[in-house]
Nanobody
Framework: VQLQASGGGLVQPGGSLRLACVASGRSRGLYHMGWFRQAPGKEREFVSTQSMSPVTTYYSNSVKGRFTISRDNAKNTVYLQMNSLKPEDTAVYYC????????????????????WGQGTLVTVSS
């Protein structure tokens, strides 16, 4: 399975961006797809994840109400719509996926995911 993320860029505070991550290879049936981010000098942190059937979604407290995750299973793509961006959202954003189910309490842990994209840089600055 390969994950290809795109959509990063430079945006002013208060602006919006939409990230996309396309899965290819033997990617049919990826149960969990999500996003993590890593700011300079910081550890990678959970942003959001969504699972299939039943669809469940989680967000970190820092992005809740501003970011929206969605999936297009026909296109093997997960999106992250980011609104009201803040300078502290500046980071490299990574998409992640796992074929099998992750128990709820582990879905925010990076080590629960087996596939990772290359990252796309989001810079929020005036």
């Amino acid at each position: 399975v390969q994950l290809q993320a795109s959509g990063g860029g430079l945006v002013q505070p208060g602006g919006s961006l939409r990230l996309a991550c396309v899965a290819s290879g033997r990617s049919r049936g990826l149960y969990h797809m999500g996003w993590f981010r890593q700011a300079p000098g910081k550890e990678r942190e959970f942003v959001s994840t969504q699972s299939m059937s039943p669809v469940t979604t989680y967000y970190s407290n820092s992005v809740k109400g501003r970011f929206t995750i969605s999936r297009d299973n026909a296109k093997n793509t997960v999106y992250l719509q980011m609104n009201s961006l803040k300078p502290e959202d500046t980071a490299v954003y990574y998409c992640a996926a796992r074929m099998g189910r992750i128990i709820t309490s582990f879905q925010t842990r990076a080590d629960s995911y087996e596939y990772w994209g290359q990252g796309t840089l989001v810079t929020v600055s005036s």
